[in-house]
């Protein structure tokens, strides 16, 4: 009987979770990033410490 309570109410509640799905489906608050600035990296970069093999 513990077991047929049990698989009852894990069925109720999937059953209740996956319907509210369609109509509130849960959102993220994630927000592109900044990226990176090539043109600022380029006018800091110091070419006469840099190694020949970094001219290619």
Known sequence: MRVLTALCALALATGLFWGTMPTRPPTGEARPGIGIDTREITLR????DADPCDAS
């Open 45 to 48: 970069a110091h070419l006469r």
